[in-house]
């Protein structure tokens, strides 16, 4: 059978590393444009790009999906799958073009936390379970057949970082599954469950980052969690950005309003919320390198 993968980040890299470990045949990558990044305005690659490079195989790197170039492209590629893992949007002209269909793998157990970000979401929202999802692409997004799923268990105190690698590992042992029974034609595609109440996992941007300290400790924990390491939570110290990384929740009564912080100005700095404090523990300083929380006072004036 053979496959073209559609993929950017690291999160996909396993999958198609996966794929090929299994030893089924790539016939093509579709990954991002490289991009200007840093000071110097270098194009940068892809993780997905490196790695299909590194093994030999070939790239494909539309600026658009529908350009009449890219679609001649890939289809002289004759795939009879299309396995996509953290890309974009495809239009119906492509996902429709393989004869076995186009499948994707998402971070949740659909049809719960559709959207671009479920990984943060699920985290945010103080959930204990979470897992990944095989399915047959449609028009609408995330909403296909489910091919596989496979959950995991979310510690109290597991960031999205952890999430994402615990969730990268098992998904490309999906994919690969997945795929594997595509091929033998031995899987059942099940309908996503209709429930009332669906959560949305939609695309995180900066003004959502900002923590309210007015919401409960617990609620503000998971804030940070859910957006750690990348995009960051954050609030405004001293007048300046300072991005929080990592926190622990104390259940004290707080004697002082939400938002005010206290601080031996050497090993601790802790923000009040509405029903206790946040003592932040490892933190950037606007203009400054990532660094723990000692380090951090040890620079500070208050």
């Known amino acids: 059978m053979r496959i073209v993968f ?24 579709v990954t991002a444009a490289d991009k200007p990044a840093g000071r110097g305005q270098k194009l940068s690659e892809s993780a997905v790009k490196k790695y299909a490079v590194e093994n030999g195989l070939k790239v494909l790197q539309p600026l658009k999906l529908k350009d009449p170039d890219f679609i001649a ?29 186009t499948i994707n793998l998402h971070g949740s157990l ?25 399915f047959f692409l449609k028009q609408e997004i ?21 999430l994402h690698d615990k969730l990268m590992a098992i998904g490309a042992k999906l994919i690969v599954k997945t795929v594997i029974a595509i091929d033998a034609n031995d899987y059942n595609e099940v309908p996503q ?12 941007f900066k003004e959502f980052c900002k923590v309210d300290w007015n919401q409960s400790t617990q609620t503000v924990y998971n804030h940070i969690r859910g957006l750690s390491p990348y995009p960051t939570a954050f609030t405004i110290f001293n007048e300046k950005t300072l991005k929080i990384f990592k926190a622990e929740p104390e259940d ?26 946040i003592k932040v523990t490892d933190v950037q300083f606007e203009g400054k390198k990532r660094m723990l929380i000692d380090e951090f006072l040890r620079g500070m004036r208050l």
């Open 252 to 277: 004290k009564e707080p004697a002082i309003s939400a938002g005010a912080f206290l601080t031996d100005g050497k090993t601790y700095l802790k923000f009040a919320t509405k029903d206790g404090f």
């Open 142 to 162: 995330d909403t296909g057949d489910i091919i596989f799923s496979d959950a995991v268990e979310i510690t109290d105190d597991e960031t999205a970082g952890d």
């Open 73 to 101: 492209e890939l289809s002289a590629l004759n795939a009879d799958l299309f396995v996509v893992v953290a890309f974009r949007m495809l239009p119906e002209i492509v996902w429709q073009m393989p004869s076995k269909g």
């Open 193 to 204: 469950p209709q429930s009332e109440e669906l959560k949305s996992a939609p695309k995180i």
């Open 110 to 134: 659909l049809p719960q936390y559709r959207g671009a970000a479920p990984i943060n979401h699920v985290i945010i929202n103080g959930e204990k379970e979470s897992g990944v999802t095989t």
């Open 6 to 29: 559609m993929g950017t980040p690291d999160f996909a890299v396993a999958s198609l590393s996966a794929l090929q470990q299994a030893g089924l045949d790539i016939v093509g990558v």
